[in-house]
């Protein structure tokens, strides 16, 4: 039986890596083979964590300044890797997979930095091919009024959010989206659960 690929999307601080690591417990216990990812990506060794690395530091590479449609096609290209290498392979095996983002961060994050919406569904376009028919079981979209911790609200976070719900409108048709504003934590770990409850057998 084919794994699923499971989804966490949403700006930063809204409480994704919560709810990435209470769904592992839950697989866990289950007794369901998973393995937890994330986009671009954090493991040592592979060129996720390096696009990561030269994203939040730069400058550790001798680098000033990376143009958003850059960082964008390098965040592209790590994804390719990680699909081929990683995530098609492992659903192949009947492994869930858990992916804290997906291409929609690299739309939302390209659209709110201002790329040419072109320019930007071309990229995303190869992602998309790669998949071909596969698609996520589910995505769940993490939505807050103000991030959580010591991160105010501001005008960005603000884009950010509405840019999510414009491009999960449009992927309604393609997936089952759940969407979670301003759900406290406890009752969007139920959520969650009683998801993998109504599915692991399916």
């Given at each position: 039986?084919?794994?699923?690929?499971?989804?966490?999307e949403?700006?930063?601080?809204v409480?994704?890596?919560?709810?990435?690591?209470?769904l592992?417990t839950?697989?866990?216990q289950d007794?369901?083979?998973?393995e937890?990812?994330s986009f671009p990506?954090?493991r040592?060794?592979?060129?996720g964590k390096?696009?990561?690395?030269?994203?939040h530091a730069?400058?550790?590479?001798?680098?000033e300044l990376?143009?958003?449609i850059g960082l964008?096609?390098?965040?592209?290209?790590?994804h390719l890797?990680?699909i081929t290498?990683?995530?098609l392979p492992?659903?192949?095996?009947?492994?869930?997979?858990?992916?804290?983002?997906?291409?929609?961060?690299?739309?939302v994050y390209?659209r709110?930095?201002g790329?040419?919406?072109?320019?930007?569904?071309a990229?995303?376009?190869?992602e998309?091919?790669l998949?071909?028919?596969f698609t996520?079981?589910?995505?769940f979209?993490i939505q807050?009024?103000k991030?959580?911790?010591?991160?105010?609200?501001?005008?960005?976070?603000d884009v950010?959010?509405d840019?999510?719900?414009?491009?999960s409108?449009?992927e309604?048709?393609?997936y089952?989206?759940?969407?979670m504003a301003?759900v406290e934590?406890d009752a969007a770990?139920?959520?969650?659960?009683q998801?993998v409850?109504?599915?692991?057998?399916?």
């Amino acid at each position: 039986m084919r794994g699923k690929l499971i989804v966490f999307e949403g700006p930063d601080a809204v409480g994704k890596s919560t709810l990435v690591q209470h769904l592992k417990t839950l697989l866990e216990q289950d007794q369901l083979p998973n393995e937890i990812l994330s986009f671009p990506g954090d493991r040592p060794g592979t060129i996720g964590k390096l696009v990561y690395d030269l994203h939040h530091a730069p400058g550790k590479f001798g680098i000033e300044l990376i143009s958003p449609i850059g960082l964008q096609a390098l965040h592209i290209a790590a994804h390719l890797d990680a699909i081929t290498h990683t995530i098609l392979p492992a659903i192949n095996s009947g492994t869930w997979v858990v992916l804290d983002r997906f291409w929609w961060s690299t739309w939302v994050y390209g659209r709110a930095a201002g790329i040419n919406a072109r320019i930007l569904d071309a990229l995303i376009s190869s992602e998309k091919l790669l998949w071909g028919q596969f698609t996520p079981s589910v995505v769940f979209l993490i939505q807050r009024t103000k991030p959580f911790g010591d991160k105010p609200a501001s005008d960005e976070f603000d884009v950010l959010s509405d840019l999510y719900r414009e491009l999960s409108t449009s992927e309604a048709a393609n997936y089952e989206i759940i969407t979670m504003a301003d759900v406290e934590p406890d009752a969007a770990c139920e959520i969650v659960g009683q998801w993998v409850r109504k599915r692991r057998t399916v």
